[in-house]
Antibody
Framework: QITLKESGPTLVKPTQTLSLTCTFS??????????VGWIRQPPGKAPEWLALIYWDDDKRYSSSLQPRISISKDAANNRVGLTMTNMDPVDTATYFC??????????????WGHGILVTVSS | EIVLTQSPATLSLSPGERATLSCRASQSVQMYLAWYQQKPGQAPRLLIYDGSRRATGIPARFSGSWSGTDYTLTISSLEPEDFAVYYC????????FGPGTKLDV
């Protein structure tokens, strides 16, 4: 059974840096073709893909957010991190991490965490 | 940047009826489109990928098809648990989601 869980601060101030961690089980990020991604969803709006990291440390980023975000992995401890700099109130959203299995097209996620609501406010 | 447009924004139907949801891409994404279902307070759930392939455990009443840049998600006979928001997602180098269709009773 695959599970993912997001953790981190639920309230950050404008201009601060957000650091989130995704802790997963049921798969290995050492397995060829596996990826873990981050997706966010502002309240009442559609999801927005942010970043994806593959088993071989290949990384992909949203073109609009690339200057501000960084994704990393700790495969030995089943964790993936996301860092986003210079947070703004418009970044208020639920942040999800999700699993991309090797047999699906890139950027398709078939298991998701419950998400963590991050509010940006002074 | 590829933009997805979903229609209608809201679809009001009853259990047992057939639902047809549309997603149009601003340029070709070939078969690289997925559909997700999302219920309040939950994460999106993958239904369809590569235009027409059902994800693991998805009932056969869900089907996907496409023609050119027009993609369709069909639910053949609505069950009470199918009332939710549905998003399409294109899978190009910079993936994006459509604005969603709310399917309600």
């Amino acid at each position: 059974q695959i599970t993912l869980k997001e953790s981190g601060p639920t309230l950050v101030k404008p201009t601060q840096t957000l650091s989130l961690t995704c802790t997963f089980s049921g798969f290995s990020l050492n397995t060829r073709g596996v990826g873990v991604g981050w997706i966010r969803q502002p309240p009442g709006k559609a999801p927005e893909w942010l970043a994806l990291i593959y088993w071989d440390d290949d990384k992909r980023y949203s073109s609009s957010l690339q200057p501000r975000i960084s994704i990393s992995k700790d495969a030995a401890n089943n964790r993936v991190g996301l860092t986003m700099t210079n947070m703004d109130p418009v970044d208020t959203a639920t942040y999800f991490c999700a699993y991309r299995p090797p047999y699906l097209s890139r950027f398709v996620f078939d298991s998701w965490g419950h998400g963590i609501l991050v509010t940006v406010s002074s | 940047e590829i933009v997805l447009t979903q229609s209608p924004a809201t679809l009001s139907l009853s259990p047992g009826e057939r639902a047809t949801l549309s997603c149009r891409a601003s340029q070709s994404v070939q078969m690289y489109l997925a559909w997700y279902q999302q219920k309040p307070g939950q994460a999106p759930r993958l239904l369809i990928y590569d235009g027409s392939r059902r994800a693991t455990g998805i009932p056969a009443r869900f089907s996907g098809s496409w023609s050119g840049t027009d993609y369709t998600l069909t639910i053949s006979s609505l069950e009470p648990e199918d009332f939710a928001v549905y998003y399409c997602q294109q899978l190009s180098n910079w993936p994006s989601f459509g604005p969603g269709t709310k399917l309600d009773v």
